[in-house]
């Protein structure tokens, strides 16, 4: 910090932000269907009164039951430009509560960390970027345009909350979002894309003994692996390492025979059923890739007329690509470079995030936030707290710039 006032904020920010990822992470927002204790409603009624205790005009809008989404706008009253903020209030899976070294739902502080599922990914964040607007509020600093708080359900499954956001219209006229992530704070100006594809191979029943009385779908399911993983090899050499995101993957994740019924162990199945994760760069086209996955298909047939196979698209996420020339991405790079000192580092984000919606409406993103990348998911999931602050800080400073800007 520059001056003592700076200082004075940074600390009073400090302290909110650690009680507010505390009183977060102490909330299980863990989506487990039919589960009235597993869901994201108490954390967003949280939030949502929190937000209103402010002054943050705040509405409450339920995407499926027990699954509301909750936005927060702060309209200076002066025309300018609109910057948005996004934060999911859902965790995944705390997993088995006894690896942990501490609960995962008390946020137990110990050596300058918070240890909790969420405190990483990414309450910690959701945090910080309230803290930062409530930093403006309390200081009543002066800028123009408005401030659109996206604090959405479902971000680690379908991605509901921001699909049901940006259909209730609350992201058209954005100029730019922040997508709250631990990133280590780097500038994470591109994502890989994600397609999850099921694989359905179909063939006969039979007694194992008798193998050719029947069709047996797992050979098929095999051959098509095998290509696969041709082909994924073949990506990587055409496109070789991004520099942001480094390689496009085809990974077979589940494999299923029978799909229906028990297994057993002298039975031919009737059906074989695979699921992907392909994750693309940008260089990548998803309907060219498509083609080409169904040209290996359609050679397969010609090789094997038994071999009979149907793809679903469970869900398409493009990549993404921010130009570092972009004022959202200027107005980040140069708050990480005035808070902390040090010049910043551009990345890019491994998975999908919300944010990918956000670019397909044609928002400018940027992904950024407190938090080791490698950490979400774990057991004992931690927060540097100090890096909360900074982050807060961070993403003060970010709003000022980007809303303040000379066009």
């Known amino acids: 910090m520059n001056t003592s006032v700076e200082n004075e904020t940074y600390m009073r920010d400090r302290e909110a932000v650690i009680n507010l990822t505390k009183e977060l992470v102490c909330i299980p927002s863990v989506y487990r269907e039919n589960d009235p204790n597993g869901n994201e409603t108490k954390v967003a009624m949280y939030v949502a009164q929190y937000l209103r205790d402010i002054g943050i005009k705040t509405h409450v809008e339920e995407v499926a039951p027990g699954r509301p989404n909750v936005i927060g706008i702060i309209d200076s009253g002066k025309p300018g430009k609109t910057l948005l903020f996004e934060g999911h209030t859902d965790v995944v899976t705390e997993g088995d509560r006894d690896a942990w070294e501490f609960d995962p739902f008390s946020a137990h502080v110990a050596n300058d960390r918070m240890y909790g599922r969420g405190t990483n990914d990414t309450k910690g964040n959701l945090a910080c970027m309230i803290t ?24 680690e499954g379908m991605m509901l909350g921001v699909k049901h956001f940006i259909k209730q219209g609350w992201a058209d006229g954005v100029d730019g979002a922040i997508i709250c992530e631990p990133e280590e704070n780097n500038v994470c100006i591109a994502q890989r894309g994600a397609m999850r594809v099921r694989v359905d191979v179909f063939g006969k029943m039979a007694h194992g ?41 085809i990974t077979p994740s589940i494999i299923q025979a029978p799909v229906k019924g028990d297994a057993q162990i002298n039975v031919i199945p009737d059906q074989c059923m695979m699921t992907l994760d392909i994750r693309t760069v940008p260089a990548q086209d998803h309907a060219e890739l498509l083609g080409k996955i169904q040209t290996i298909i359609n050679r397969l047939k010609e090789e094997d007329p038994d071999f009979k196979v149907e793809l679903t698209i469970l869900d398409n996420r493009p990549s993404t690509l921010t130009s570092k020339e972009d004022p959202v991405v200027t107005a980040i790079y140069d708050a990480v470079q005035s808070i902390t000192g040090k010049k910043p580092i551009y990345n890019g984000v491994p998975g999908a995030t919300d944010g990918t919606f956000l670019h397909m409406h044609g928002i400018p993103i940027v992904t950024i936030g407190a938090g080791d990348r490698d950490i979400p998911h774990q057991i004992n999931e931690y927060i540097d707290i100090e890096e909360l602050a900074v982050t807060s800080a961070i993403y003060r400073e970010a709003a000022l710039r980007f809303l303040n800007a000379k066009e």
């Not at 509020?137 to 401030?147: A, N, Q």
């Not at 990587?236 to 480094?246: A, N, S, V």
């Open 209 to 249: 003994a008798i193998s050719w009385s029947g069709i047996n779908p797992n050979w098929r399911m095999a051959r098509l692996i095998v290509e696969l993983e041709k082909l994924e090899k073949s990506e990587q050499t055409r496109l070789g390492e991004d520099p942001y995101l480094k390689w496009p993957s």
């Open 132 to 155: 930062a607007v409530h930093s403006l509020l309390r200081d009543e600093e002066e800028f123009s345009g408005k401030i659109i708080l996206c604090i959405p359900v479902d971000e």
